[in-house]
């Protein structure tokens, strides 16, 4: 193997150096006997983003309606509370959260059943400290995910 070959396998990633070696990693949700596309499949990241993004922008109204514009930086705080308690609420009775249902989002346990609230909850405390919802495995589930035996999917 020459340089070029070691400097390439470095540029575009263990992935693209491993399917060059002949490694067939198949679709998302493969391994988890989910669909490759359609309802039941594990949903994009860009849908993901964008029903956090709903989630945060009705959280931080709704803190702000709460504070009542007294004081910015306890009205964040109460934002994050607000984002939790509907994540926590919402994955315990719907398996949703506006964002979610807005995104046609749905979180299930692996096995497909609802989550237990203990599930909900370990998810919800493991997202608002943001680092396990930014490391993900091949299937695109984050370690929030992957602690609470659950994936997010299309519906």
């Not at 989910?34 to 594990?42: A, T």
């Not at 504070?67 to 919402?90: P, Q």
Request: hydrophobic residues 50%.
């Amino acid at each position: 193997m020459d340089n070029r070959d070691v400097i390439g396998s470095w540029l575009s990633g263990p992935r693209a150096a491993a399917e060059q070696m002949g490694v067939e990693f198949g679709y998302r949700g493969e391994r988890l006997g989910l669909p490759e596309s359609g309802p039941g499949s594990i949903a994009s990241i860009g849908r993901r983003v964008a029903a956090v993004f709903i989630d945060w922008i009705l959280c931080v109204v709704i803190a702000y309606g709460l504070i009542a514009g007294r004081d910015v930086h306890l009205a964040n705080n109460w934002a994050l509370a607000v984002f939790g308690a509907v994540s926590l609420i919402g994955l315990a009775l719907v398996g949703a959260t506006p964002g979610k249902l807005i995104m046609r989002l749905r979180v299930v346990g692996v096995d497909g059943s609802r989550l237990s609230p203990l599930a909900a909850l370990v998810r919800t405390v493991l997202l608002l400290i943001v680092i396990p919802a930014v490391v993900w495995d091949r299937d695109t589930r984050g370690l929030h995910d992957k602690a609470a035996k659950s994936v997010e999917v299309r519906i």
